[in-house]
């Protein structure tokens, strides 16, 4: 790797002689995350309960009609690539959805990786068991790579009004 010196005598300083994806690893390409806005479908809507999250298509999942039936939320890296060959020991990925809900409040009833039911780590310890009526629900996940198909999953559930 090839070491670019800076001097800055004056005026403004600019960064990406230094900043290049080659000097952090080669994986953080961008500060800007995806998100995609969902105006369509609702968890439970289409009468699926089940959504796939595909981490390599966005950091933030919005789902902007209300929820009709609480879901179950499988993390896989993209269709038909599990998280697992996508990501390497030591490695994570963290990722957010938020779901409108009405005056009935779904939420993530079961959560798979790779379709394999994992029991996450909740914050504050415990497991959520409801949603939260008229808001926005923003649900914070983090995946961990421990071991082949084991992983320590972070989960946390904030409302926002």
């Known amino acids: 790797m090839e070491l670019t010196k ?14 290049k994806t080659a ?3 080669g994986l953080a390409s961008s500060l800007i995350e995806t998100a995609t806005v969902n105006t369509t479908v609702a968890p ?5 309960t ?5 981490v390599n298509t966005q950091s933030v999942l919005y789902f902007s009609t209300n929820a009709t039936a609480n879901w179950t939320l499988n993390i896989r890296y993209a ?21 409108t809900t009405g005056a009935t409040a779904y939420y ?23 949603g939260n009526a008229s808001s926005w629900d923003v649900y914070t996940y983090t995946a961990i790579k421990t071991a082949a198909n084991t992983y320590i999953l972070l989960a946390a559930q904030t409302q926002f009004k």
Do not use: C, E, H
Not at 44 to 48: E, F, P, Q, R
Not at 50 to 54: G, S
Not at 79 to 99: D, E, P, Y
């Open 50 to 54: 089940t959504i796939n999250y595909d």
């Open 6 to 19: 800076v001097t800055v005598t004056t005026g403004a300083f600019n960064y990406s002689p230094i900043i």
């Open 79 to 99: 269709t038909g690539t599990r998280l697992n060959s996508a990501l390497a020991i030591g490695q994570s990925v963290t990722f957010v959805m938020i779901v």
């Open 23 to 25: 000097l952090v690893g």
């Open 108 to 130: 993530n009833s079961a959560i798979t990786i790779d379709g394999v039911s994992i029991t996450p780590k909740y914050q504050g310890g415990t497991a959520w068991s409801a």
């Open 44 to 48: 439970g809507s289409t009468g699926n």
